[in-house]
């Protein structure tokens, strides 16, 4: 299979036809929950950090007529990938995305938007690193997490929400980079009484209230499909609430 060969997914009960590399890092669940919890209006304005082959931006933009969003991605032909799939879908007009450096944020992209979301790299610098070169980029922040997440409070407007999804375990290293007050912690539960893999994040700038601990959502029954409330989200229908209270 050769490194540039795609397949085409459906998101949001396939309302949503995205291509995507079949070799690499593919989007999927995180993808449709993180554009699910972001309470972003029509007219309002969003970036997405991290891009890849569009996802999360795209279901987003498919949840709320007429927000403009702008998704930033360093791999060049993911934001080609990106871009196609927008145009697919009939979003070019209030979707794009450019190939730029997070970690480097460029001085003509140095505004700020209502709602900035990102699903950045899961894993630190610790362990292997995947032999496929897109994939590992995708994967590894070799231990610049802070600075991915510095960057997305830069670029959230005042009275807007920065969210982000992570792996659990990874949580307090985002607290610590993370302002003391207006956060919203949401777990995702893989099924009853097993401890969350994924955790929601969701800073709202200018509350003043304490970090709220949520009681977030299961997505799994015990017989392995996904609760009422998860597929709901996952069909489109249904959307996340990780705001403070």
Request: proline share 6%; glycine share 8%.
């Amino acid at each position: 299979m050769g490194v540039s060969e795609t397949t085409e997914d459906a998101f949001l009960n396939g309302r949503l036809r995205v291509r995507q590399f079949a070799r690499g890092f593919r989007s999927g669940l995180d993808a449709v929950m993180l554009a699910a919890a972001v309470p972003a209006q029509s007219g309002e304005s969003v970036l997405e950090l991290g891009s890849g082959a569009g996802v999360a931006g795209l279901c987003l933009a498919a949840r709320v007529p007429n927000c403009t969003i702008l998704g930033v991605e360093i791999d060049a032909d993911l934001v080609a990938l990106a871009n196609e799939n927008a145009a697919a879908n009939g979003m070019t007009g209030r979707v794009r995305f450019v190939r730029a450096d997070v970690l480097n944020f460029p001085a003509e992209l140095r505004t700020q938007f209502d709602h900035v979301l990102c699903n950045p790299p899961f894993h630190d610098s610790k362990g292997e690193a995947s032999p496929d070169a897109r994939r590992a980029q995708a994967l590894q922040d070799f231990g610049e997490l802070s600075q991915w997440l510095q960057t997305g409070i830069k670029r959230t407007a005042s009275e807007g929400t920065f969210t982000v999804i992570l792996r659990a375990d990874r949580l307090r290293i985002a607290l610590e980079a993370l302002p003391q007050e207006g956060i919203a912690v949401f777990p995702l539960w893989p099924k009853r009484d097993a401890p969350a893999k994924r955790v929601i994040i969701q800073l709202h700038r200018g509350q003043r209230t304490p970090l709220a601990l949520l009681p977030g959502l299961l997505l799994h029954e015990e017989n392995g499909r996904y609760t009422a409330e998860a597929d709901a989200i996952l069909r489109g229908s249904g959307s996340l609430d990780p705001r403070l209270p």
